[in-house]
């Protein structure tokens, strides 16, 4: 009887459903925002979003794009990651419970709030239904804190109080995809420069410097240091560029030019969808 009731469970037909499940809620919200356009530019609008236009377009796309790649099988994990993303940036915009005061509109927005991060969970487990390549999953996973750390900084900065909990929720979340950039490169790429740690990497660059002037290194020694040299340097002279465009844009956009990280981010991940890397993310 158990065994029957697991591979009923376990079969394609309750696989699809339990998907259309979880998408039913994105798939309902997504129709009625583009049936009632102007009512999805009112939300967006009553959330302190702007451009409300753009970004009720942003929620339409999402709710509808991730659910049918979900649905397809095709590029399902991107699917599970767009809708996850989405949600947990959703959940904390429109469900801040912990800002009303004790009450039933309180307690509405608790279970509001909890009830999207079970759906959070069930993208988790649409992500672990096919086997994904676990280098794609990190540059996703990075993408989506990235966009998320856009749409808090925009929202609720500038900071001039750092210890509010919008000012910690947003340092954050750009702090974990920054430690998802160093586990990619400390996992998926080992000899090349760490791009999120430069005391290392100047510290090297200095000693191998000195090294190469002294001239007293044997040939084969003097072939690696320069290499690593070169390397480390061109990541130190990247890391610089990098810090001052980000200043120069920060003074032109303000909390603005957290758009242009999660365009480079998506940029990395989609020149990896195809990779192979050895860590794979089972079934």
């Known amino acids: 009887m158990r065994g029957r009731i697991g591979r009923l469970f376990a ?34 609008a009553q959330f302190g979003l702007a451009p409300a236009k753009l970004f009720a377009v942003a929620v339409i796309d999402t709710e509808l794009i991730g659910s049918a790649l979900v649905l397809s099988g095709s590029l399902r994990w991107l699917g599970a990651l767009w809708l996850g993303g989405f949600t947990v940036i959703a959940s904390f915009l429109a469900n801040r419970f912990w800002d009303l005061p004790p009450g039933m509109e309180r307690f509405m927005a608790a279970n509001a709030f909890f009830e999207h991060l079970g759906l959070v969970g069930g993208s988790l487990n649409a992500l672990a239904a096919r086997e994904v390549v676990a280098l794609v999953v990190l540059l996703w996973v990075k993408l989506v804190l990235l966009i998320a750390g856009f749409g808090l900084a925009p929202h609720f900065g500038p900071f001039p109080d750092g210890n509010t909990w919008q000012a910690l929720a947003t340092g954050v979340t750009l702090v974990a995809a920054t430690a998802v950039q160093n586990g990619i490169q400390r996992i998926h790429l080992p000899t090349a420069p760490p791009s999120t740690l430069m005391t290392g990497n100047t510290t090297q660059v200095v000693i191998d410097a000195v090294d190469l002037t002294r001239g007293r290194l044997a040939p084969d020694v003097h072939a690696i240091t320069r290499a690593r040299l070169v390397r480390m340097g061109t990541s130190i002279a990247s ?28 940029g990395a991940a989609l020149a990896h969808v195809e990779s192979r890397p050895v860590a794979i993310v089972s079934k």
């Open 11 to 44: 079969s394609p037909r309750m696989t699809r459903l339990g998907l259309l499940l979880l998408c039913a809620a994105y798939l309902q919200g997504g129709i009625d925002k583009l049936v009632d356009f102007p009512g999805a530019v009112a939300e967006q």
């Open 239 to 266: 890391f610089a560029v990098g810090c001052a465009a980000a200043a120069l844009m920060y003074a032109v956009t303000s909390m603005w030019c957290f758009a242009l990280p999660p365009l480079i981010a998506l």
